[in-house]
Every structure is written in structure tokens, then in C-alpha cells.
């Protein structure tokens, strides 16, 4: 037997007990007649102590040899200690070690094996099974397992049933790049990875499933950054015989349920917000409601006054930062107008306001417009004396995406995006369609099942181009401190409708019934009307506690070329399998 | 709203409230001036009323257009049937519909949607959305789903982490064939799907996870039967400082549990049997327990009588069928003889002998071996009045295999293999490796990773050839009712050992490097002794129902072509897919 106990839960009332405990070497300390030595398991650290007193020469010489990360057992008498540790849970205690066995020896990890580890990113990656042996990434990984038994404990409870869809399905060229697969036994065809379970879960709708979800690997291949993953984890649901009004306050329910049992935070009921107040009023479709700085439009008070840049705007718009009017030099200020000219913004400048005492102001368009001109804005953006306003203007959509960075980016500087402040909110009624003057085509802005909202309805099916720009539809998306959480729809359950989605975004019949047909013939045979839901669970753990990157609530990730470095994949193959596959590696263009 | 209560749950004590329901039309019958239809959903079905005399004419007008699968909602009263069906839970009740939607209308489904279908296998898959609407086929979705509740709920318990390991990972050789999926990032290299998470759950436990599970897609491209599909489901699990009596201590544990959660069966405590003594016994590695019919061998008594068949075999050794003698006609023994040399099979003939009153016998080989000779066999075999022997020579591994098969086909056709009786059985100490005379390599009986006993170690390192084909292995199955439902074994934690493991299975150290070098650098940093099992979930599920197929447990399964009969996949993908993948379609063989 390797243990008795594991190396977190010896106390007081054990001494006296003779245990056996296995572990990794976390550190010695070798007094010459005394040595310590932290035992570490997945459950904690206990103390051992080698007394060369009471021990044989051999064991304390064995002692002697062992390094840091050594595996070991060790069997003792647990023992009050002379001086406690009230920081460890073990602290009370020491095992007086009568045995030790090295079960295996270990080279000198490259980084440190401690909560704060030396090791650079890609180090700890190469050596992942390292890397996990700290204390902040293996809780990670025990925060993620909680999470998905909390969720499947929740969605069980009402009526959810677990279905496992394919992994193996179709390449759809819609949305994202699809990850393929080729097939041996069908000669020059494909399978692709899930990008979503999405068609998968409308049919088990049509086959009365009623309520379905599953946490599953999705993928896309797609560039990534840091808080994307060629493969993620969803959960996907998807229900029947539902309102929007329903999903959302099933899924505020979960979401709630697993803030109270994984964080022990009671989250109040979620607000709502349509989708053009977002844009309208924080300039961007997940506001942070950490903070508020909410925008006020000001063509009404600041334009026809003589400044061409406003007047040529089709926007005026300004957020408020309370009391930093003093403190923000010019020199912040020029700052700050860089920041927002840089071309990931793209403002052409900015324009700002600083609210002193009685009435006056500090202007960079002071020339344009005096202080009873200023003191409109002032009052419209219920500004007071110290604060500091911060206006852009141009075309709306393009500013109020600036103004929506410069407002997060100032909420960062100020600080107002406290951890352990958790905002949820829902953003309702977004666009069916998006216009892309680039491809001149639209696109489904949630994903081409969505249903117009039923309001809308008729008028997607007679009405002329301009109008399909102004259908919206019963998509929602679940926010939380400005990160998209979760995000679903009512679908269209009805062969026509659906027809004609396909066919606004740019279908041909035939290109709609080779890769949804399938769907399409569903529909036919008694769909009910449904909706769902899909939360990204990689990015939930992340936002749950606070952390913006999503790779460490990942046990092996890959990095932005999409390699794991730990097993060097992905990696050459061999020419026999090309051959059983029938494929070829492409041929290099001949260099010119 | 679409409804107040599901299909399933209104019972005598909501007479008189008014409901609403939405579902399916399973049928109707229309008396004409009342009709009845029954409304299903996933929970139940509920008797609709509609009454001509209570109900607007267009109310009434609307039902009788009422199609077989249309999708309704209906709002009336709950009343009291004046003939109650107790077969229904709410047979009790109907309701009186008072305002009917057709929510969707159907076609007439290409089968029944009844328990007995009268579609094909093929058609079912295509309409697979239909199929789930059967009970059955629902209901096996249903248990599946709980089961993994089940297992989530045991594991956890125990303290096991679920870790999500990569889908996207390395292709190697060893095992069966890879599905392989291009890189568009790393231009003609490949990620391989996992045939299972083998080293990275060891790699987890390197990292001090100490006990991990997962329950995960595993992909295998090998040619398909009834009871294997490309992607399938494992219950996957690893624990760190363990034994092998531990870890089927564990997993007993679980499939006790798992068999009283969800079927209400208490399982005795599971027999071992020794890998040697099941073949032996039995003549395979999983024997089905539920009948007896064990070997006897009878090489001692039956050999150097002059039958020159039986001398110059390798083994002789034969079964008892009890009581069957004088039903078993000479006709049905021939047949029987037919069976066992069919080629799947393979045996050269049968030699039964039928044990008659009072000593005498009725023997195929009667001429060679008089009745004080077969009273011997008889004796050995604990044969009584009644019995048939069925006895089989050859070489041994063959004959053994031969009998096996006949033995289950004896138990199939005498009804031995009674539904609803489950016999469990840990099957232990496997040989590490296996011989492939074809090949002449050897094979890992397990997997590459499986380590030999303690006992064996010595010989392992400094044996002979020879030597290695007796290696044992802390290796074990659990075979449930002659299926394998589990397998798994304690792992080599040690670079030297593995490197030679690698060794012996004909990798050069440069293979095992490139393959293999992660898991081989992990073992040099502190690597625990670990070891786990994988269950494979989907025949589990098969095996817990009595049933032979996984397909019905798998939501949306593919055919023996590898394809998904309802979204027709694999298909063709776009020449610009290919381009960025960097790959071609192989160019096919000029026709000659």
C-alpha cells in the first residue's frame, strides 16, 4: 500500500497514529541531526522529520539524497510539532518518518514548482505536467471539473438530458473555417469537426427531446489569440415548446445556481438590454457593467456651432470620467488622444472637457465653443465640477465602437473593473442580418437558424432588401463584466422560412440542400417550434474568477500556432497513411 | 406559452383545470361528432377531446385535418375519462380542448412511430429525428444520459477530477489506425484524433492530479461492425499510488453502484479469475458466466487408445451439455459438427458422446473407445445420465478458441444466457506481450505502457527472447456476461523500463523518441507509480440492457461504411478547403 493518508488531512488528534504517506519533495531543510521535508500531494503538504537520533543511519542518509520532486513513501508516527504552522492546514502536526522508499527520482525541474513560478509561458507549457503541479493551475483545473458537475447537476435537475453528438460530421463552408478530416473508407471525401453541435441539437428537437444539453468539444480553425482555442468546450443546449422569456430565465438560473455554488455569490436578477441601447449607450454588444460611463449623444447641443469636425460627424458622442479633471495633466490628456489614434481605434482625435469650479471649463475646442456653450454639454452628460469629459465624433457606428474602447480602457485606468464585481446582464434583440459592404452579401449575425422575431416575420418574407437590414430577431446573449458568456436564439422551425434565410444570406437552393438538407427535411416531418442557448465554459471559468485569458482553465492548450508544445503535435505523418487516405501533400510552388 | 404541463403528468387530481399542451399527434379516431386524438411528448402522451357539440365548428374543422406526427398546442379542460385506460399514467383523465394551433404540420413519416417500427435499419438512420420519437430508442438515449449522471456522481464522490484532455493531438503508429486531421498553420504536418487519452492521463498523473476521470470521445478508423463506430465513448480514468487491488477495488465499487442507481441490481462482490485459468476454462478472455459449461481437459484419458486423431493432438478437451442426449438427434449433432467447421470457426470435426442408462454410451468415436473408456471422460467431466459431450483435439490456443465459440453456442441455443442475470468477472494477470508469429513481433497485449509485474521485472530487463512471452502483467478486464466492459492496467513509471517496453515492441529508441519522448522526459521528473482503467461507455450501456448492438445507445451512429446516413457524411470538400490544408486529392491509377 502507498498511503494511509493523503498529505492534507493529518491534524492534532492523529498524533500518535503510525501512517504511510506518498508525495513529490516540495523542499528540505537539513539542521546536521535534523531535517525537514515538505511532502506535497494534490491535497496539500505535510511536514516529515528525519531525527538521525532516532532513526538508522541509513534511512537519514537516504533522506540526505533526496532532491526537489522526488516521489517518495514514507512511513511515520504523526507528532505534535514544537513550533505549529497556522497557515498550513497540516500545521499542527510532523510525521516522525521511520521508513522512506524512493519510488522515483526526478531532475531538477526547469521552473520553480511554487505559486509564483520563474518559468516563462512557453517553458511551463513544454513541461505542462509541471506546470500543473502548482497550486494556481491545478486549481484551475479542479475549479473547471466543480463547475461542469455543478452545471450537469442544475440542467439535470430540470429535465435536461445529455446527448453526445458527433464528432465526425459534414463541412459546411458557413461561419468559421471547418477542421477536416479525410476518410479512408469513402475515397476523396471529408468529415469536419463540430464548429457547434448546432444542427445536432435542433434535430433532437424535431425528435422530441424537448430539453437536451451537452458540455462538448468544439473547433474552429481559426487564427487565434489568447482567448481562443482551435478547440473549446461549450455548453450547448437547446429546448422546445419555449419562449425567448423562457431560455432566459432557465439559463439566468443556472448561472446564478453556479455562482452560489462553486464562488458562494448571489448574483441579483439579471438586466436586460436591447441590443441598440447596448450599442447606444457603451458602443459595444457586452458592455462591462462594472462601471458606468455610459454614453451621451450630443449632436444636439454641439453641432451647428462653427466646428466643422462636429458638423460633419454623424456623431457626437461623449462619456464622463468622474473626478479626474485635476489629476489628468495635458500631457495624460495628449496621452490618451494617441492611445485612441492608434489603428486598432482609429478616432481622429479626441476631444475633451475638463469641469472646473464655478463654471468654467478647459477645453481643447474652447476656441469654438465658450463656457455657456460648454456648460449644455455639461448639463446633458450630468457632469459636475472635477470630472472630465471625452468626446468623439464621426460615423456612428465607427465612434461609438472608439468611444466603447476609450470607455473600458478608461474604466481599466480608473480601476473600476473591481474583481469579485460580477455585472450579468442580457443583451436581447439583436439584428437577424448584418450587411457586409465588403463581400456586399449578408450575414446571419448569430448563425443561420435564428428566427426574426415573429413580428418580423412577414416581413422577411415579402419585404425588399432595405428591410431585411431592419429585421431583428430573438437572439440573446448572456454578458458578464463585458465578456460574452453564452449566446443562443429562437430557430426557425419551418421549412420556408428557413429556405429563405438561406437563401438572404446568399444560398443557392442547391448549396442549401447539399449541406442542410438534412434540417430542411426535418422540418418537414413535425419540428417543434425551440430555442437555446451555448455558453463558452473554457471562457466561463476564466470570467468567474476574474482572469482574461482562457488557457489556464485548459489542462493542455495549444498556442497561437496552434501547436502543443508538450507533445509536439501536430507533426509529419507517414507516407502509408496519406497513401490509405488518398491524399496527397500539396506540391510546393516552383520557386521562381 | 406553450404549455402549462407536459404530456405525461396530469392525473385524476387536475380534473377540472384548465391546461395547455403542446406535442405530437400519435393518431386519432374520429367517431364524427367526437374525435379523440393522443398528444405525445418526451414525458407521456394525454388524451385529447374534441366534441363537436361543445366546440366551435372550426375548432372541430381544424382536428379532423390533424395528420399523424402534426405539431399542436392545445389549451381545454382536464375531465375524468369515462373509460379509463390503466396502461397510460394518465389514463384517468383527457382533456376537452377548448383552442387548437397547428403549430407545424408533418408529412407522413416514412415508418410508425410506434415501439415495433416497421422501417428498416437504414431507413431509421436516415430518419434518425424519427426514430428517437420511438419509446425505445428514446429511452436508451435517456438511460445513457443518467448513467453518465451516475458515473460523474460516483467518481466524484471518490475524489476523481474530470480533466478534459485534447481532441487535437499526435498521430502514432502503434494500435490501430489514426484519424488524421491537416494543419493549415504548419503546412503538411497533421493532428491525429485520440484513440484514446492514454498518455495524457498519465501525463496527468505525473503532474499530481492523483485521480483522474473523463468520460470522452475516442476515435478509431478501423473496418466497422455492429458493435464498433469510428468515434465511440470511454469512461476514462487513471489514479496515481495505487495497486491493482485498489484500482478493482474502485471500479468494482462503480459498476456496483452504477447497476444499483440506475437498474435497482445489487451485484455480489465480482470473482477473479486468472487470465491462464479463463482460457483454460473457458477458451476466451471475457468467458460469459451466466452458464457454467466449463472445459474439461481430456487429453490423460482420451489419448493413446489408438484414435490417431486424438493422439496426435496437442489438446483434447470437451464440454457438457447436461440433459440434452436424447433430444440432440444424430441430424442436430451433424448440424452441429456443420457449425463447428465453418470457417469462422474452424474446427476439423466434433466427437460427441451422448451418456446413456446404466454406463452406456452412444459415442461418434464409439469403435475406437469402448464403454469402460468413455465411463472415464464421463467421470472426469462429472457427466450424468442425459448429458451430451462435446469434445474438440488440435493445437492448443486453436482448440481452445474453437471450443469457446461452441460453448456460447450452446448457451445461445439451450437459453443459458438468461436476460436480466449479470455475471461480473475481473479477469487479471494478462501476459504483457504477445507473440505475432506473421509478423514474428511481439505485440503489446495491453497497451505499450502497461507495466510487468514486480516479479517480472528482473526477467523483463535481462531475460531472453524466450523469457519474454512468459512476462505477466498487472493487467485486467471486467468482462461482464462474456462482454469486455473494462480494461485496464498498472503503468511503467520508469524511463529505463519503458524505453525497454518500446524496445521489445520493435521501436528504434529514435521512434520512441519522436513518438513517444513528452511521456519518456515526464518519467525523469518525478513520476508517481499510477495506474486506470477505461470502460467503454457505449457498451456498457448495451451490456446493462441486455442488448448486443451499441448503435441504439449512440444518438446519431454511423453505418459500416464510416458514413452518417442522415447529414450524408463524409463528403467532397471545396479545392480552396485543400489548397489551404495544403493537400490533394491523390491522383487516381491510370486505367489500364
Not at 514544537?82 to 519510488?103: C, R
Not at 448546432?198 to 481559426?222: A, H, N, P, W
Not at 478647459?362 to 463656457?371: C, E
Not at 465554459?537 to 482553465?553: H, P
Request: hydrophobic fraction near 35%; aromatic fraction near 10%; include cysteine.
Amino acid at each position: 500500500m502507498y498511503r494511509t493518508h493523503n498529505c492534507g488531512e493529518l491534524r492534532i488528534e492523529h498524533v500518535g497514529q503510525e501512517v504511510t504517506l506518498s508525495g513529490w519533495v516540495q523542499r528540505s531543510r537539513d539542521k546536521g541531526f535534523m531535517m525537514w521535508t515538505d511532502l506535497r500531494d494534490r491535497y496539500g503538504v505535510t511536514q516529515l522529520l528525519f531525527n538521525q537520533e532516532k532513526s538508522s543511519p541509513e534511512l537519514f542518509e537516504s533522506a540526505r539524497t533526496l532532491g526537489r520532486e522526488f516521489v517518495v513513501r514514507v512511513t511515520g508516527t504523526v507528532i505534535e510539532r514544537v513550533s505549529k504552522n497556522d497557515k498550513m492546514p497540516t500545521g499542527d502536526i510532523e510525521i516522525e518518518v521511520t521508513s522512506l522508499d524512493i519510488l522515483n527520482a526526478a531532475k531538477t525541474p526547469p521552473f520553480t514548482i511554487e505559486d509564483d513560478s520563474d518559468g516563462g509561458e512557453e517553458l511551463r507549457m513544454k513541461y505542462r505536467y509541471l506546470d500543473i503541479r502548482r497550486n494556481p493551475v491545478k486549481e484551475k483545473l479542479i475549479f473547471r471539473s466543480n463547475l461542469a458537475i455543478e452545471v450537469r447537476k442544475y440542467l439535470s435537475h430540470q429535465g435536461f438530458i445529455e446527448v453526445e453528438t458527433p464528432v465526425l460530421i459534414k463541412s459546411t463552408p458557413e461561419g468559421a473555417r471547418d477542421f477536416v478530416v479525410p476518410s479512408r473508407m469513402n475515397e476523396g471525401q471529408f468529415y469536419a469537426l463540430p464548429q457547434s453541435p448546432q444542427t445536432f441539437k435542433q434535430i433532437l428537437m424535431v425528435s422530441g427531446m424537448d430539453k437536451y444539453f451537452q458540455i462538448v468539444k468544439c473547433f474552429r480553425d481559426e487564427d487565434l489569440r489568447a482567448d481562443r482555442q482551435p478547440e473549446f468546450t461549450q455548453i450547448d443546449c437547446e429546448m422546445s415548446f419555449v419562449t425567448q422569456e423562457e431560455i432566459l430565465n432557465t439559463f439566468e438560473g443556472l448561472t446564478k445556481s453556479l455562482f452560489k455554488s462553486t464562488l458562494d455569490i448571489e448574483l441579483p436578477d439579471f438586466p436586460r438590454m436591447q441590443y441598440d441601447d447596448a450599442m447606444r449607450l457603451y458602443g459595444i454588444d457586452k458592455p462591462d457593467l462594472r462601471f458606468g460611463m455610459e454614453f451621451t449623444e450630443l449632436n444636439d447641443v454641439a453641432q451647428n456651432k462653427g466646428f466643422s469636425v462636429f458638423d460633419n460627424a454623424e456623431l457626437v458622442v461623449g462619456i464622463c470620467a468622474e473626478g479626474i479633471a485635476d489629476s489628468y495633466s495635458n500631457k495624460d490628456i495628449k496621452k490618451l488622444t494617441e492611445w485612441v489614434q492608434r489603428p486598432q481605434i482609429g478616432a481622429k482625435g479626441l476631444v475633451y472637457v475638463k469641469v472646473g469650479k464655478d463654471g468654467t471649463f478647459k477645453s481643447s475646442v474652447g476656441k469654438f465653443f465658450d463656457d455657456a456653450a460648454l456648460a449644455t454639454w455639461v448639463e446633458k452628460m450630468n457632469a459636475k465640477e472635477g470630472d472630465l469629459l471625452l468626446i468623439l465624433s464621426g460615423e456612428t457606428d465607427k465612434t461609438r465602437k472608439q468611444l466603447g474602447e476609450l470607455r473600458l480602457e478608461m474604466g481599466r485606468r480608473l480601476g473600476l473593473m473591481k474583481e469579485g464585481d460580477f455585472k450579468p446582464l442580457w443583451v436581447v434583440d439583436f439584428p437577424l442580418l448584418e450587411w457586409d459592404e465588403d463581400s456586399e452579401r449578408f450575414h446571419a449575425m448569430h448563425h443561420p437558424f435564428t428566427a426574426p422575431k415573429k413580428a418580423d416575420v412577414e416581413r422577411m418574407l415579402n419585404g425588399d432588401h432595405e428591410t431585411m437590414k431592419s429585421l431583428r430577431a430573438d437572439a440573446y446573449d448572456l454578458v458578464i463584466n463585458g465578456s460574452e458568456i453564452g449566446g443562443g436564439s429562437i430557430r426557425i422551425h419551418d421549412r420556408e422560412l428557413q429556405s429563405k434565410n438561406f437563401e438572404l444570406l446568399g444560398f443557392t437552393p442547391e448549396e442549401a440542400e447539399d449541406q442542410f438538407g438534412f434540417l430542411l427535411g426535418a422540418f418537414e416531418y413535425g419540428a417543434p417550434p425551440h430555442g437555446g442557448i451555448a455558453f463558452g465554459f473554457d471562457r466561463l471559468c476564466a470570467v468567474m474568477n476574474g482572469q482574461s485569458s482562457i488557457r489556464d482553465y485548459i489542462a493542455f492548450p495549444k498556442n497561437n500556432q496552434g501547436r502543443d508544445m508538450m507533445i509536439d503535435a501536430p507533426s509529419h505523418i507517414a507516407p502509408e497513411q496519406l497513401e490509405e487516405l488518398h491524399i496527397d501533400l500539396a506540391q510546393k510552388e516552383a520557386e521562381v
